[in-house]
């Protein structure tokens, strides 16, 4: 049975293009397409392993939309996929008001027509969402495929050498570059050495996410792994927009980086933490806090032990050489709280780090 993320503000509009496209349910849709060899589930989550459950389910309508109506271009399937992906906006939302879904696909039609030579957008993260999709449908029936460490990603198709990386990674592999087509964050595109899309990317640092990683790199005796699939990001990037010492995070080689993030990776025996970003900034919090919070009670207790241990030596010396008046209630209580001190200092400079 279909269930995702905020399904009772999204089941109206899902509804709605179910009835109008003759389309019985998700769960219908889904059986329909796994009847025809179709796995949507398998396909989204092989392109993004961490995406949520809606987006497969709206994948998975928008697929049955181009198949119910007998689709063969493949820029109208992406066309009717754009629907389903519309569908499955929450009414009211930014979403919804800038048509979010149907922008997908009218996009994704764009790139797919014969007419379309180059290709290239602006739009933020959705843009290296766009390179992923590219990316999914590369590694679709190919001969080759390759991941590069220079940034890049390559395959051969039908003959034909694709890559896609970095304006440095297109450089290193002797890609021909128009004047005017090198933005400095952009992923490329290009087909046997021709420049063939530019996917141009803005990267700002989250404070949220600048903070987590700073807080978890400083932790003592822990050391964060980086499996990242996107290539844009390296030590590099990270000492440029972090202000983050690449040697205090692990950074492993890109094909490591992939099996880290690929679902198979849950099923080790020695299990990690696969965060995106909402999420991480809980995770580090906690885990630096409790740290912290670790550290301040060893250091805390073992004052205290110092002061018990001292204190009956103290107390030894003055009954032996009988100077009982010495050791009166208010010099013990004096005693006790001078020993209190230093556990506060410690519990103070742990709240903060």
């Not at 509009?13 to 998700?26: D, F, M, R, V, Y």
């Not at 008001?97 to 739009?123: I, P, S």
């Not at 198709?157 to 297109?170: P, Q, Y």
């Not at 010492?245 to 950074?251: L, N, Q, T, V, Y």
Request: overall charge positive; some cysteine; hydrophobic content about 50%.
């Amino acid at each position: 049975m279909a269930t995702f993320e905020s399904m009772d503000r999204r089941m109206p509009k899902i509804e709605a293009c179910l009835k109008a496209n003759g389309l019985e349910s998700l769960d219908a849709c889904r059986d329909m397409l796994l009847a025809k060899g179709i796995d949507c589930d398998a396909i989204v989550k092989g392109v993004q392993p961490i995406c949520f459950e809606n987006a497969v389910w709206a994948y998975t309508l928008g697929t049955a939309i181009a198949v119910k109506r007998g689709l063969k271009n493949a820029a109208d399937c992406a066309a009717a996929i754009g629907e389903g992906l519309e569908a499955f906006t929450i009414p009211g939302s930014v979403a919804e008001q800038r048509q979010v879904g149907l922008g997908h696909g009218n996009l994704g039609a764009m790139l797919l027509r014969d007419e379309t030579k180059c290709f290239a957008f602006l739009a933020g993260h959705e843009s290296f969402a766009a390179a992923e999709g590219a990316i999914g449908i590369a590694r679709t029936g190919v001969d080759t495929f390759r991941r590069y460490e220079g940034g890049g990603l390559g395959a051969e198709i039908r003959g034909d050498v694709i890559l896609m990386g970095s304006l440095g990674f297109m450089k290193l592999m002797r890609v021909h570059m128009p004047e005017g087509a090198r933005v400095k964050q952009a992923v490329y595109l290009s087909v046997n050495g021709e420049l063939a899309a530019v996917f141009a990317l803005s990267y700002a640092p989250a404070t949220n996410v600048k903070a987590s990683l700073q807080a978890i790199s400083h932790c003592a005796g822990l050391t964060p792994i980086l499996a990242t699939r996107d290539f844009m990001i390296t030590p590099q990037f990270l000492k440029h927009r972090y202000k983050l010492s690449p040697d205090r995070i692990e950074f492993p080689t890109v094909e490591e980086r992939a099996r880290l993030s690929s679902p198979d990776a849950i099923q080790e025996p020695k299990q990690g933490a696969l965060l995106s970003r909402p999420s991480f900034a809980c995770f580090s919090m906690a885990v630096a806090g409790a740290r912290a919070a670790r550290s301040a009670a060893i250091a805390a207790i073992a004052v205290a032990f110092t002061a018990s241990i001292m204190g009956l030596l103290v107390l030894f010396f003055l009954t032996f050489i009988g100077s009982t008046l010495a050791v009166s209630s208010w010099n013990l209580l004096l005693y006790t709280i001078l020993w209190l001190l230093p556990e506060l200092l410690i519990t103070s400079m742990a709240a903060k780090r």
